[in-house]
């Protein structure tokens, strides 16, 4: 289990790397919306997996596997581009990639018979 989360840290900060080595000569980037939207959902999605009761784990089934894929899509587009500045955007890639991890880890336990 813990070699999950260490295998999607490395590739996460492999993917940061590539995003930053790519806009190295850009003189002019700024904060867009991008960053704060790639930010904002796994902040949001976080709460949302700490703050809903278990009754309501419904929402969670389907919001957060759907919430994660969208930031996984904002956040690699936010760092790709060439004028974007990519600290809010690496911040929400960590955090969407620990909410993947949670996922992969929940996932596996809830359709395997073997308990956590």
Known sequence: MTAIFIIIFIIGILIVGLAVYMGRNIEYKQFTWLSYL?????????????????????????????????SLICCTVGLFKKDEKNILVAIGLFLTLILTSVIVIFGIFLFTPYAP
């Open 38 to 70: 790639s930010l904002c959902i796994p902040i949001f999605l976080l709460m949302l997996m700490y703050l809903i009761p278990s009754s309501a784990s419904g929402i969670l089934l389907i919001g957060l596997p759907v919430g994660t894929f969208i």
